[in-house]
């Protein structure tokens, strides 16, 4: 990504700065479009491939797949952890006990 600015065609430096943050967002606006565009055809292709059963079966698997939800995590969970951690318990054996991802542990006792 390239811009094509010289600082000389401006009166001031603010001009200069303001020119070259408005041409560097459109040039990064751009290929965001372009890679959206290409995954959009790429996905177009693929669902053009499938049978109409393995599209439906896919959908389905799709709807309804079960929302995951972050951790709730209070102040009484984090004294939790940090005392087992104080105690030399692994974080992977904390993480089974409070119910949590083990780099939610690591966040926990951060």
């Not at 401006?10 to 990064?28: E, G, I, S, W, Y």
């Not at 799709?62 to 939790?80: F, G, H, N």
């Not at 992977?92 to 006792?109: D, F, M, Q």
């Amino acid at each position: 990504m390239r811009l094509d600015l010289d600082p000389s065609d401006f009166p001031t430096k603010d001009a200069f700065v303001r020119a070259a943050l408005a041409q560097a967002r459109d040039l990064a606006s751009e290929q965001w479009e372009e890679a959206h565009r290409r995954q959009s055809t790429k996905l177009s292709k693929e669902i053009e491939r499938l049978s109409k059963q393995e599209l439906a079966r896919r959908l389905l698997r799709l709807m309804t797949r079960p929302a995951r939800r972050r951790a709730v995590i209070d102040e009484t969970m984090r004294r939790k952890a940090a005392t087992m951690r104080q105690k030399g318990l692994s974080v992977r054996e904390i993480a089974t006990e409070l119910g949590v991802s083990v780099p939610s542990v690591y966040n926990i006792t951060k």
